[in-house]
């Protein structure tokens, strides 16, 4: 069975940073592209930020673009986004995706972690 399990949200003041973590269970994870989306009320979901199988390659929203870091260790089943600067926009529930780095149509999700900014 796949599990995502994410972590790390919170409250936390505006210019401050938080630091989300996933853990994926069920997988191997290196056969996986990892990204990190997020869902404001009222809003779509978005791509945040992602990261290649081989952790070769990443790429942002252009609105977290030097202010967030995806990162991944293959060995321990974890993908991480520190986001630091936070601001008015980032309020959100993050989720983290796990999609197979061929065959596409192979894609799973975590249950999401809220990140609150308060100012």
């Known amino acids: 069975q796949v599990q995502l399990v994410e972590s790390g949200g919170g409250l936390v003041h505006t210019g401050g940073s938080l630091r989300l973590s996933c853990v994926v269970s069920?997988?191997?994870?290196?056969?996986?592209?990892m990204s990190w989306y997020r869902q404001a009320p009222g809003k779509e979901r978005e791509l945040v930020a992602v990261?290649?199988?081989?952790?070769?390659?990443?790429n942002y929203l252009d609105s977290v673009k030097g202010r967030f870091t995806i990162s991944r260790d293959n060995a321990k089943d974890t993908v991480a986004l520190q986001m630091n600067s936070l601001n008015a926009e980032d309020p959100a529930v993050y989720y983290c995706?796990?999609?197979?780095?061929?065959?596409?149509?192979?894609?799973?999700w975590g249950g999401g972690t809220r990140v609150t900014v308060a100012s």
């Open positions: 995706s796990a999609r197979h780095w061929h065959w596409r149509e192979i894609e799973h």
């Open positions: 069920g997988l191997v994870l290196s056969q996986f592209d």
């Open positions: 990261i290649t199988s081989a952790g070769n390659s990443t």
